[in-house]
């Protein structure tokens, strides 16, 4: 079972207001994504780092979105003005290596409500 | 670009019949093909996975064959549960593009007794 621990598992949050979510990648897994799963259940990757190091980003994060993952210190994303249409599952996944064939460790996810 | 297609949203079926999730891709890489299933309100959780084509793998009952001629990755099985019923996600990760996986849309399989 994976021990990816996000938090919080629910904000709710008003538009122009920033959110911030947590994550805590399984022992031993230097490599951490971000994806954004919306209600029609399609995941978007935002952003991915090995270590503290970015190592993939989309445009969307490039702009209101945050991300970073300090040494001893849980992987954050926050979204500094939230609009309507963040409203989304956001789910951390951690693995051990980078390359394609390695497995994604979930975490649960929070679950992002802007009105 | 890179890319997964899930042709069925919704799959109804009775305990005990078979089932097969369609899943095909697109790259111009080597692919790595993943299965995730999420039940509600769980993470998802990886199925089965393989590079390997024309190999059968196979997990909890779920297996499915990479075919590089046809670019596809069907889940299968020859007897559903109830436990079954899940979101099932068919994911990408080609070779030298990149380390995030390309999901498909989802099927939901619904298992009825």
């Known amino acids: 079972n994976s021990k990816v621990i996000q938090t919080p598992r629910y904000l709710v949050k008003g538009q122009g207001q920033k959110a911030k979510m947590r994550c805590i990648p399984e022992k031993g897994h230097p490599v951490v994504f971000w994806y954004q799963q919306n209600k029609n259940n399609e995941f978007k990757f935002l952003i991915n780092?090995?270590?503290?190091?970015?190592?993939?980003q989309i445009d969307m994060t490039e702009k209101r979105f945050s991300a970073e993952c300090p040494s001893n210190s849980p992987c954050s994303l926050e979204i500094q003005s939230s609009e309507a249409g963040d409203s989304a599952l956001y789910l951390c996944?951690?693995?051990?290596?980078?390359?394609?064939?390695?497995?994604?460790?979930f975490g649960p996810g929070t679950r992002l409500t802007v009105l | 670009g890179d890319s997964v297609t899930q042709t069925e949203g919704l799959v109804t079926l009775t305990k005990g019949l078979p089932v097969m999730l369609n899943c095909t891709y697109q790259t111009t890489y080597s692919p790595f093909l993943f299965w995730y299933v999420q039940h509600l309100n769980e993470a998802p959780k990886l199925l089965l996975k393989?590079?390997?084509?024309?190999k059968r793998t196979e997990h909890q009952g779920f297996y499915a064959t990479l075919h590089k001629s046809s670019s596809s990755f069907h889940l299968q099985k020859s007897s559903v549960q109830l436990s079954d019923s899940a979101l099932y996600f068919c994911?990408?990760?080609?070779?030298?593009?990149?380390?995030?996986?390309?999901f498909g849309t989802g099927t939901k399989l619904q298992v009825v007794p």
């Open positions: 996944a951690s693995s051990r290596d980078r390359e394609g064939y390695a497995e994604q460790f």
């Open positions: 994911a990408l990760s080609p070779a030298n593009s990149g380390t995030y996986q390309r």
């Open positions: 393989s590079s390997t084509d024309n």
């Open positions: 780092f090995q270590n503290q190091e970015v190592l993939q």
